[in-house]
């Protein structure tokens, strides 16, 4: 595994988890939590024991994404050269709806996944397989703000939530659907 920061777009598993995403988005634009939660447990994902503690993840990879659309960031996901002309575009999801079981598994996994990193870390596999002491403290914190984002979703009132809305799409598009 090829890492070269801390996020999960910073490493060879990220990006192949963001790729495994975007092959099978959706083509009406109607993209569900649930689904790529599933997609997640084939075995051409694959996701890793939670105890194993690796530091980049799909679910983390997921996770990130999710943070994306809340950003309004889904499209700085897409390639745009002529070599993907033929790609899923992220940009092109009109709604992405995630139920509270699902966002309740991804917080928990990465939640899990720094417990685990740190008991590692304490019996002896030094800032659990980090190079720089700073970079396991940054992976710590990233993984705490995701986390956070995750439990501001699980505390709203609605289930599904809605990550990305039809018309925050139009604006970033600058294409009108109505």
Request: a negative charge; aromatic letters at 10%; proline letters at 3%.
């Amino acid at each position: 595994m090829g890492c070269w920061g801390i996020t999960a777009f910073e490493s060879d598993t990220g990006l192949d988890a963001a790729g495994a995403v975007r092959d099978i988005l959706p083509q009406d634009g109607n993209l569900k939590l649930k689904v790529l939660i599933k997609a997640m447990h084939t075995k051409d994902w694959g996701v890793p024991d939670v105890a194993d503690a690796h530091s980049h993840s799909s679910p983390m990879a997921v996770t990130e994404i999710i943070a994306k659309f809340l950003d309004g960031d889904a499209g700085g996901l897409d390639y745009d050269e002529d070599w993907a002309a033929e790609h899923n575009k992220f940009r092109d999801i009109i709604t992405f709806s995630a139920d509270k079981e699902s966002i309740g598994w991804l917080r928990d996994y990465l939640s899990d996944t720094v417990k685990y990193a740190k008991e590692n870390a304490e019996y002896g596999h030094k800032w659990n397989g980090w190079f720089k002491e700073k970079d396991w403290l940054g992976w710590q914190e990233h993984m705490s703000e995701l986390t956070e984002r995750l439990d501001g979703l699980l505390a709203l009132p609605e289930d599904p939530i809605e990550l990305v809305q039809q018309q925050e799409q139009t604006q970033s598009t600058g294409m009108n659907f109505s």
